[in-house]
């Protein structure tokens, strides 16, 4: 038996390892989607012969690291018994542990014992994996092989030893070929890098010790989860998100969450959401999971580790055959994002009731905007992006704090590209890229602004545009009274004869050299009363015309004059008359 | 094809063509209507056919081979190589290639290759044609050459791969495996087979295409076909054909540039398989990679008949086939190179409408 000090040192170190495996995998990724957006979570899972927990992870997405759990399940299913020190297994299956085919899940089996294993394991979301559309969002798909490549839980290393042709399998269903081989290498690396540090790790504390502050770091996190839980007021409380649209033609698809606390016992439940539908917004179990799970985590103090000491304290019921639950083959792409998120809004919605003064936006009300065509700069070659500028802005207010940045801080291990960038590896101009002025959830606390951006076409190519817009009928919400936030739409050509309006979906929408989109996403919804902010800071948010004077007359009941100086101030007197009426 | 040629006595042939009907009864995805969906060849170490089952796909045959020697490790036996990329020699995306190595130091060597259409490989549309296609990926899934079996242990992943990405996975294993259990049995029965067999049949072969152009020395003639785009423009094919010192010179190269969308551009393996079909059946030949030699096709890079990739293919042994096959006959007809045949393919499909297609009678 070891002690408690180094238990916590190796679970400390495993922390380390994962933050050194994300160091390798963004230094080495190639795509811009990876190693600038970090759009790729790393993590350490553990199988002690019964059941898998994740353990330590960095960089990473919820919806990533906690779906991989499925993703290291899915593995051991088929190879338990068949898998040895240096082999590596990928998969992005989505029905097979994945979420969506973009998102390739590579596990490194360290073995600890006969029955146990360890698995420094890294997702990532590629450009390209083939399919109809390049970088596989496909707002037109109707089954999960319309959308690309599908890899259920395979080898791709043999004791270290690469499996070529099983790698050019691969590599021969990616129109960027290139692109995927530097960043599989990527994941490998810091797979690899991880199994290595694993490795160092037993010689020094033996493979009992690693597994013992394992399951200490584990026993930790649940106790901890326990002793929150049981402070929480018993009870059933109901939270419900909508979705405008699933890109098929159906609408108002309902995610509806109710979370029951018992004593330290928490279940949530999705019974009541939606069918499963036609379009691509189906959200698999991981994905689901994860979601549910992300407003959970939010509302905890933030020193519990968030591992599966957690998250199997927690029972999460998704129907099958729901838009939470979806049977094969139902497209699935945008759902990482959409019904994703749309799951951890409705059971955040739940928690208003539980701890309000910890609830807040978790969702994105994603927009999403993928462009693909030919770079005439380099040789025609073809180039796929995703426009994180229609993505952006979701964060909402929160107790004590305005909607800040761009998304959430549940989302913010995503970091927006740098419009050089952009415009270095893409035949693009932008020409705004900005918070919209007079656009925030009203609150207490108010949500972020809204984004818009301006782009248009350069080189000499037309670019092929793929958009789905949600939020023009169903904003994000405010919380605890706050106000939601504004809607979201989008316009291919403005101002010329063939503009178009966008406010649901359009496929491979062409647009030709010098032509523009424009996109306005809603930002995040307010907290509290928007009564309850402080005339101040009301006045500021005019000063940086996030509100007008108008606004602040009609939203915040707070009245502003032309102070002596001439400059704008907060006229009391009045402003106590328009809040006490 | 004339069962009243001497080949049809020899036994290795006959052994092919068992094979051909075995799995022409057997496959469960071979649905579309005639026997031209499969083959089954001996192809050696050096990748030439020697003998096909049928003529539709000699080139196709030669290039696949060529691919998995350039891609997969020296066969061993038990080892079976799937592909169904037309980059790697396979005519579309639904024929897939199964390919087993004939015992080493045996008369025939190299190997034997079976290919068939099979059932669905993903992509937009189930049967993966698609009109609008711009690239490859559009109609399905690529298997690149990959071991199926490694001596002898089923790759559970290749199979899972191939399986996940159809939509009839258990159709596509089950092809999968009788088709690579035909490839093996055959294999062993040609390794195991009287070399005089071999001998014969290249005897024959090397007999009929000796000299079978003389008459036509110095002749031209030259066709024009259209082949239908249901998106775009439709394709322009120039065949001109001529005989230049012995040889027969099909010149393709005033034909349409490759086509975008459009999934009726062909490789230039398969406008060698179109072509040798002609010629093998007209002179009455052994399928065989002779009738490849005695052709010098010539197809301008970046053409509709000679597509680069990662350009779609999947209507390529329909329309394309049809229109050069009919002008090729056409042209050898003019010049007197061999003899009408008749064809026993079915050419009789009930009317069909493919989605995408800018005429409301679509000429499919």
Same mark, same amino acid.
């Given at each position: 038996?070891?002690?408690?000090?180094?238990?916590?040192?190796?679970?400390?170190?495993?922390e380390?390892?994962?933050?050194?495996?994300?160091r390798?995998?963004?230094?080495?990724?190639?795509? !811009?989607?990876?190693?600038?957006?970090?759009?790729?979570?790393?993590?350490?899972?553990?199988?002690?012969?019964?059941?898998?927990?994740?353990?330590?992870?960095?960089? #990473?997405?919820?919806?990533h690291?906690?779906?991989s759990?499925? #993703?290291?399940?899915?593995?051991v299913?088929?190879?338990?018994?068949?898998?040895?020190?240096?082999?590596v297994?990928?998969?992005?299956?989505?029905?097979?542990?994945?979420?969506?085919?973009?998102? +390739?899940?590579?596990?490194?089996?360290?073995?600890?014992?006969?029955?146990s294993?360890?698995?420094p394991?890294?997702?990532?979301?590629?450009?390209?994996?083939?399919?109809?559309?390049?970088?596989? *969002?496909?707002?037109?798909?109707?089954?999960?092989?319309?959308?690309?490549?599908?890899?259920?839980?395979?080898?791709?290393?043999?004791?270290?030893?690469?499996?070529?042709?099983?790698?050019?399998?691969?590599?021969?269903?990616?129109?960027?070929?290139?692109?995927?081989?530097?960043?599989?290498?990527?994941?490998?690396?810091?797979?690899?890098?991880?199994?290595?540090?694993?490795?160092?790790?037993?010689?020094?504390?033996?493979?009992?010790?690693?597994?013992?502050?394992?399951?200490?770091?584990?026993?930790?996190?649940?106790?901890?989860?326990?002793? $929150?839980?049981?402070?929480?007021?018993?009870?059933? *409380?109901?939270?419900?998100?909508?979705?405008?649209?699933?890109?098929?033609?159906?609408?108002?698809?309902?995610?509806?969450?109710?979370?029951?606390?018992?004593?330290?016992?928490?279940?949530i439940?999705?019974?009541?959401?939606?069918?499963?539908?036609?379009?691509?917004?189906?959200?698999?179990?991981?994905?689901?999971?994860s979601?549910?799970?992300?407003?959970?985590?939010?509302v905890?103090?933030?020193?519990? !580790?968030?591992?599966?000491?957690?998250?199997?304290?927690?029972?999460?019921?998704?129907?099958?055959?729901?838009?939470?639950?979806?049977?094969?083959?139902?497209?699935?792409? +945008?759902?990482?994002?959409?019904?994703?998120?749309?799951?951890?809004?409705?059971?955040?919605?739940?928690?208003?009731?539980?701890?309000? $003064?910890?609830?807040?936006?978790?969702?994105?009300? *994603?927009?999403?905007?993928?462009?693909?065509?030919?770079?005439?700069?380099?040789?025609?070659?073809?180039?796929?992006?995703?426009?994180?500028?229609?993505?952006?802005?979701?964060?909402?207010?929160?107790?004590?704090?305005?909607?800040?940045?761009?998304?959430?801080?549940?989302?913010?291990?995503?970091?927006?590209?740098?419009?050089?960038?952009?415009?270095?590896?893409?035949?693009?101009?932008?020409?705004?890229?900005?918070?919209?002025?007079g656009?925030?959830?009203?609150?207490?606390?108010?949500g972020?602004?809204?984004?818009?951006?301006r782009?248009?076409?350069?080189?000499?190519?037309?670019?092929?545009?793929?958009?789905?817009?949600?939020?023009?009928?169903?904003?994000?919400?405010?919380?605890?009274?706050?106000?939601?936030?504004?809607?979201?739409?989008?316009?291919?050509?403005?101002?010329? !004869?063939?503009?178009?309006?966008?406010?649901?979906?359009?496929?491979?929408?062409?647009?030709? !050299?010098g032509?523009?989109?424009?996109?306005?996403?809603?930002?995040?919804g307010?907290?509290?009363?928007?009564?309850?902010r402080?005339?101040?800071?009301?006045?500021?948010?005019?000063?940086?015309?996030?509100?007008?004077?108008?606004?602040?007359?009609?939203?915040?009941?707070?009245a502003?004059?032309?102070? $002596?100086?001439?400059?704008?101030?907060?006229?009391?007197?009045?402003?106590?008359?328009l809040?006490?009426? | 094809?004339?069962?009243?040629?001497?080949?049809?006595?020899?036994?290795?042939?006959?052994?092919?063509?068992?094979?051909?009907?075995?799995?022409?009864?057997?496959?469960?995805?071979?649905?579309?209507?005639?026997?031209?969906?499969?083959?089954?060849?001996?192809?050696?170490?050096?990748g030439?056919?020697?003998?096909?089952?049928?003529a539709?796909?000699?080139?196709?045959?030669?290039?696949?081979?060529?691919s998995?020697?350039?891609?997969?490790?020296?066969?061993?036996?038990?080892?079976?190589?799937?592909?169904?990329?037309?980059?790697?020699g396979?005519?579309h995306?639904?024929?897939?290639?199964?390919?087993?190595?004939?015992?080493?130091?045996?008369?025939?060597?190299?190997?034997?290759?079976?290919?068939? %259409?099979l059932?669905?490989v993903?992509?937009?549309?189930?049967?993966?044609?698609?009109?609008?296609?711009?690239?490859?990926?559009?109609?399905?899934?690529?298997?690149?050459?990959?071991?199926?079996?490694r001596?002898? $242990?089923?790759?559970?992943?290749?199979?899972?791969?191939?399986?996940?990405?159809?939509?009839?996975?258990?159709?596509?294993?089950n092809?999968?495996?009788?088709?690579?259990?035909?490839?093996?049995?055959?294999?062993?029965?040609?390794?195991?087979?009287?070399?005089?067999?071999?001998?014969?049949?290249?005897?024959?072969?090397?007999?009929?295409? #000796?000299?079978?152009?003389?008459?036509?020395?110095?002749?031209?003639?030259?066709?024009?076909?259209?082949?239908h785009?249901?998106?775009?423009?439709?394709?322009?094919?120039?065949?001109?054909?001529?005989?230049?010192n012995g040889?027969?010179?099909?010149?393709?190269?005033?034909?349409?540039?490759?086509?975008?969308p459009?999934?009726?551009?062909?490789?230039?393996?398969?406008?060698?398989?179109?072509?040798?079909?002609?010629?093998?059946?007209?002179l009455?030949?052994?399928?065989?990679?002779?009738?490849?030699?005695?052709?010098?096709?010539?197809?301008?890079?970046?053409?509709v008949?000679?597509?680069?990739?990662?350009?779609?293919?999947?209507?390529?042994?329909?329309?394309?086939?049809?229109?050069?096959?009919?002008? +090729?006959?056409?042209?050898?007809?003019?010049?007197g190179i061999?003899?009408?045949?008749?064809?026993?393919?079915?050419?009789?499909?009930?009317?069909? %409408?493919?989605?995408?297609?800018?005429?409301?009678?679509?000429?499919?």
């Amino acid at each position: 038996m070891i002690s408690a000090i180094t238990k916590q040192v190796i679970a400390d170190s495993l922390e380390a390892i994962s933050r050194e495996m994300s160091r390798v995998v963004e230094r080495t990724a190639v795509h !811009p989607l990876f190693q600038e957006v970090h759009d790729y979570s790393t993590g350490i899972f553990l199988f002690d012969g019964t059941e898998v927990s994740l353990v330590a992870r960095a960089t #990473a997405l919820p919806a990533h690291i906690f779906g991989s759990l499925l #993703a290291v399940q899915a593995l051991v299913d088929v190879f338990e018994g068949d898998m040895n020190d240096g082999d590596v297994f990928l998969l992005n299956d989505p029905y097979l542990g994945g979420s969506h085919q973009a998102d +390739f899940t590579m596990m490194r089996v360290v073995r600890l014992s006969d029955s146990s294993m360890v698995f420094p394991s890294v997702r990532a979301h590629m450009s390209d994996f083939g399919g109809v559309v390049p970088g596989g *969002y496909n707002p037109d798909a109707r089954d999960v092989w319309q959308e690309g490549y599908r890899i259920p839980p395979i080898r791709l290393y043999e004791k270290g030893e690469l499996r070529e042709e099983i790698w050019d399998l691969i590599l021969a269903n990616t129109r960027l070929g290139e692109t995927l081989k530097g960043d599989l290498l990527a994941i490998v690396g810091g797979c690899n890098v991880g199994g290595r540090e694993i490795t160092r790790l037993i010689d020094k504390y033996s493979a009992d010790g690693v597994h013992q502050g394992m399951s200490y770091i584990l026993e930790y996190a649940a106790a901890r989860f326990r002793t $929150e839980v049981s402070r929480w007021p018993d009870g059933v *409380y109901r939270g419900e998100r909508i979705l405008d649209h699933d890109s098929a033609g159906n609408r108002d698809l309902k995610v509806a969450a109710k979370v029951t606390v018992a004593g330290d016992r928490l279940t949530i439940d999705l019974s009541g959401s939606s069918p499963q539908s036609p379009g691509y917004v189906s959200s698999v179990p991981g994905t689901s999971i994860s979601n549910a799970l992300l407003p959970v985590l939010a509302v905890l103090p933030d020193d519990i !580790p968030p591992n599966s000491g957690i998250l199997n304290q927690v029972e999460v019921i998704a129907p099958e055959g729901s838009v939470v639950n979806p049977l094969a083959p139902a497209p699935v792409m +945008f759902s990482t994002t959409a019904i994703g998120y749309e799951v951890a809004d409705a059971v955040m919605k739940a928690f208003e009731g539980i701890t309000p $003064e910890r609830v807040g936006e978790v969702g994105l009300g *994603y927009c999403l905007c993928t462009t693909f065509g030919k770079d005439s700069r380099f040789d025609d070659e073809l180039y796929f992006t995703i426009e994180y500028g229609n993505a952006m802005c979701s964060a909402g207010g929160t107790s004590g704090t305005d909607g800040w940045g761009a998304w959430p801080a549940t989302v913010s291990a995503l970091i927006m590209a740098t419009i050089e960038t952009q415009e270095l590896q893409f035949p693009m101009f932008y020409e705004t890229y900005e918070y919209a002025d007079g656009s925030c959830g009203a609150g207490r606390w108010r949500g972020v602004p809204s984004f818009v951006m301006r782009r248009t076409v350069a080189g000499d190519h037309p670019a092929f545009v793929n958009l789905t817009q949600e939020g023009a009928r169903n904003p994000l919400p405010g919380y605890v009274g706050g106000a939601p936030g504004a809607t979201s739409y989008a316009v291919l050509r403005p101002g010329t !004869p063939e503009e178009e309006v966008i406010t649901e979906s359009v496929a491979e929408a062409e647009l030709r !050299p010098g032509e523009t989109l424009f996109t306005f996403k809603g930002g995040g919804g307010g907290w509290g009363s928007p009564q309850e902010r402080d005339p101040e800071a009301v006045l500021e948010d005019v000063f940086d015309s996030y509100v007008s004077p108008e606004e602040a007359k009609e939203l915040y009941k707070v009245a502003l004059r032309e102070g $002596e100086t001439g400059r704008l101030e907060v006229d009391e007197r009045a402003t106590q008359g328009l809040r006490s009426a | 094809m004339r069962s009243d040629l001497p080949y049809f006595k020899n036994a290795l042939y006959t052994s092919l063509l068992d094979a051909h009907r075995h799995l022409y009864k057997v496959l469960q995805s071979h649905g579309l209507g005639d026997r031209t969906h499969l083959s089954v060849d001996v192809v050696n170490k050096e990748g030439r056919v020697e003998v096909s089952s049928v003529a539709t796909e000699l080139s196709n045959a030669r290039a696949v081979v060529a691919s998995i020697q350039n891609a997969v490790p020296p066969l061993e036996p038990g080892d079976v190589v799937v592909t169904n990329d037309p980059y790697s020699g396979s005519q579309h995306l639904q024929d897939h290639w199964i390919v087993a190595p004939v015992a080493k130091g045996t008369a025939a060597g190299g190997y034997i290759s079976v290919h068939a %259409h099979l059932a669905d490989v993903g992509g937009r549309n189930l049967g993966n044609l698609y009109p609008g296609a711009r690239d490859i990926w559009q109609e399905g899934v690529r298997t690149t050459p990959v071991r199926l079996f490694r001596k002898g $242990e089923l790759d559970r992943d290749v199979l899972e791969l191939i399986k996940l990405n159809s939509r009839m996975p258990l159709v596509m294993e089950n092809d999968l495996r009788e088709m690579a259990t035909t490839a093996s049995e055959l294999a062993s029965q040609v390794g195991a087979s009287d070399p005089s067999l071999l001998a014969d049949l290249r005897s024959q072969s090397k007999g009929v295409f #000796a000299r079978p152009f003389d008459g036509a020395e110095g002749r031209t003639t030259t066709k024009r076909g259209t082949i239908h785009s249901c998106q775009g423009s439709d394709a322009t094919v120039v065949l001109e054909t001529r005989v230049e010192n012995g040889a027969l010179v099909v010149d393709l190269t005033g034909s349409s540039d490759q086509a975008e969308p459009g999934f009726f551009n062909s490789t230039i393996a398969n406008t060698q398989s179109f072509l040798a079909d002609v010629l093998a059946n007209r002179l009455s030949g052994v399928f065989s990679s002779d009738v490849l030699e005695a052709l010098d096709v010539r197809a301008a890079e970046a053409s509709v008949l000679n597509c680069s990739f990662p350009l779609p293919v999947g209507w390529s042994p329909y329309g394309p086939r049809k229109v050069v096959t009919s002008l +090729f006959q056409s042209a050898l007809r003019e010049l007197g190179i061999g003899e009408d045949y008749q064809v026993f393919e079915s050419d009789w499909r009930p009317p069909v %409408h493919i989605e995408g297609c800018r005429e409301t009678e679509c000429p499919f």
